[in-house]
């Protein structure tokens, strides 16, 4: 510390407007360093549930019951009844066997652990046999290769990219084989001349052969979203009524919830689950438990789930209204940004993210921003000292409103990011 302040002292100017300066940038630099460094931002982006932005915004219900169990003691592995030891899957186990109609259910930090634990717990040392259509990498360094790698068990490929039928698996099956493992070919299609294995012809053969499947879905949607403007996908219900031994997906994708990995599915297997020592490692806290739950909770209580849970609400937005919260952004951002900017509303595309649906288009409305001497670059870094995060489509900046469901918000953003600038000198 001594030396430090020696050495500062020695860079002390001489004149007075740098002293200040000095002085002003010292109690900037003070104010930022006791800002945290997760911010509220403005997701723009059109996409949906973005990953790099947190996923899931949560409902009400599970911000409230978050807020709880964080000023409070509770019953996280504390069987109230007894007085024992409980089991911290219990809080949400019964909610999740209704929803998906399995025998059993547990949850872990996230999809990519539950996958990693399933494939540890009943194939280490073994075989497990995967399609080469289905052999898939997810962003963020998830790849099912090296999931396999690491959960110790071996992979073996059948089939081709395109094509893998139902002899490729049977084939492949022999006394070392653990498991068959369907993968949902999540933020990918293979179009053409292709050919996959439905799950209950795998379920066929693997009953036939005494191997089980797994089924890692990814988003994991609970209901029917086509009913939100969303195109058709895979209910997690469905594939355990088809007969998947286990089924993997995410809490904070289609769900709507905070970051988790849910397995369901035959009791045997869960509870083997349950007993690997990865279980304490990869385990939930009572915040996410306490989200969860309460986000489960809404569907089953809810005849409307997307009144409450933001992810859907944001799904069933119709365009005009979209294109109403784009004209009010324009109106907003205008005054802010003065004449020398253009704003014009524009037909856009939203994303639903995260790997889910990658070639189906959520159709949306999107404030084109441009300036006669600013680049597009330029303009998305003015707007992200805002925290306001756009996108750049054909060489403009552009705000998705699909996910600004306040435009409002826009202008707090905007004001705030502005007294920042005036600070900082616009240095950055
Ligand atoms: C998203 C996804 C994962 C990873 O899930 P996380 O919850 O992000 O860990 C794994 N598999 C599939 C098929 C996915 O879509």
Redesign the pocket.
Known sequence: MRATLAAKQSEVPHDRNAMLELIARAITDKAAADQPAMKPVINATGVVLH?NLGRAILAEAAIEALELAARSTVNLDFDLARGTRGERDDLVEPELLELTGAEAATVVN??????LIALNTLAEGREVIVSRGEL?E?G?A?RIPDVMAKSGARLHEVGTTNRTHREDYARAIGPDTALVLK?????YRIVGFTSEVALDELVALGRERGVPVLE????GALIDLTGYGLPREPIVAERVATGADLV?F????LLGGP?A?LIVGRRELVDRIRTNPLKRALRCDKLTLAALSATLRVYLRSGEPAAELPTLRIFNRSVGEIRQAAGRARDILAERLGPEFTLEVVESEAEIG???MPVEKLESAALRITHPEKSPETIAAMFRRARIIGRITNDAFHLDMRTVEDPAALAVSFDDGANERRHQGDQK
């Open positions: 990953t996230n999809n990519a652990a539950a996958v898939i997810i963020g998830f993968v949902h070919p999540s933020n890692d879905l990814g988003s993997t995410s809490g904070d994708k970051q990995g995260s790997g889910a």
